[in-house]
């Protein structure tokens, strides 16, 4: 038990997807879950995946495919690793402007990413930059 919570609750609340992400066996669809067809679309990711093995797409289209799945279970908190990492910039761009929805949304998004351009999306910003040891 966590606080309040019960560890399964925590899980079900705040999603992760990183930015290797996992798929499970079965279809797109069966990986998605939920109303597949609104959320493929809402990732930028055509129908027709759907019946695709979930092994199969490249690896941004499991990112987006990873990102609809946990948009399927309703989360508070959305924890991003990378989310963009491995798209063109036409999808790159649209998956930007979801994040930026989301958040605009009430949900609470949390995304580390190394592209600077990220930060323009953000409420709060933290840098983590390399200590430098012959500061005093």
């Given at each position: 038990?966590y606080?309040?919570?019960?560890?399964?609750?925590?899980?079900r609340?705040?999603?992760?997807?990183?930015?290797?992400?996992?798929?499970f066996?079965?279809?797109?669809?069966?990986?998605?879950?939920?109303?597949?067809?609104?959320?493929l679309?809402?990732v930028?990711?055509?129908?027709?995946?759907?019946?695709?093995?979930?092994d199969?797409?490249?690896?941004?289209?499991?990112?987006?495919?990873?990102?609809a799945?946990?948009?399927a279970?309703?989360p508070?908190?959305?924890?991003?690793?990378?989310?963009?990492?491995?798209?063109?910039?036409?999808?790159?761009?649209?998956?930007?402007?979801?994040?930026?929805?989301?958040?605009?949304?009430?949900?609470?998004v949390?995304?580390?990413?190394?592209?600077?351009?990220?930060?323009?999306?953000?409420d709060?910003?933290?840098?983590?930059?390399?200590?430098?040891?012959e500061?005093?």
């Amino acid at each position: 038990m966590y606080g309040e919570y019960e560890a399964l609750e925590l899980r079900r609340r705040v999603q992760l997807v990183g930015q290797m992400p996992v798929t499970f066996p079965g279809t797109v669809a069966d990986n998605v879950g939920g109303d597949t067809r609104a959320l493929l679309a809402r990732v930028g990711l055509d129908l027709s995946l759907a019946a695709r093995e979930a092994d199969r797409p490249s690896v941004g289209e499991a990112q987006r495919m990873a990102l609809a799945r946990s948009l399927a279970l309703g989360p508070e908190v959305l924890a991003l690793d990378e989310p963009t990492s491995a798209l063109d910039v036409a999808n790159k761009a649209g998956i930007e402007q979801l994040i930026r929805e989301l958040a605009d949304s009430g949900l609470t998004v949390v995304m580390v990413s190394h592209d600077p351009r990220h930060a323009e999306l953000a409420d709060h910003v933290i840098e983590v930059r390399p200590l430098n040891r012959e500061e005093p």
